[in-house]
């Protein structure tokens, strides 16, 4: 007989990876942060779905970069002058969006994007 996949790809975790241009701690306009989500099982990537990052209170978007046929997918975002979060980066549940893309395993199982929520992160501490 033949094996069926049914299982859809979960999202297993959501971590802020890097930030580009950090002076002094803190991040400036122009600064790139890149998200990475961890996927369950390899996950096929069409279009540029979304991921809604919460700085100051501030939802903003960062956009799917590369990944596409793995497990860890990268999305970036590039800080604007007038933004500032003296708490760091959150990410609230759920703030993978799909932005008319697809997301879908080898099998075609479309992927499920509900995730826990991010708590206040600031990226540099992770680095130093």
Known sequence: ?????????TVSSIALTSASGIENSTLNAGDVVSVTVTMSEA???????????????????ADYVSGSGTTDLLFNYTILASQNDSNGISIDANSLSLNGA???????????????????????????
């Open 1 to 9: 007989g033949y094996l069926v996949d049914n299982t859809a790809p």
């Open 43 to 61: 996950t096929t990537v069409s279009g540029t779905p979304q991921l809604a990052l919460n700085i100051g209170g501030t939802s903003v978007q």
């Open 102 to 128: 697809t997301l879908a395993d080898a099998a075609g199982n479309n992927a499920v994007l509900t995730h826990a929520a991010v708590a206040d992160r600031n990226i540099v501490s992770a680095n130093t």
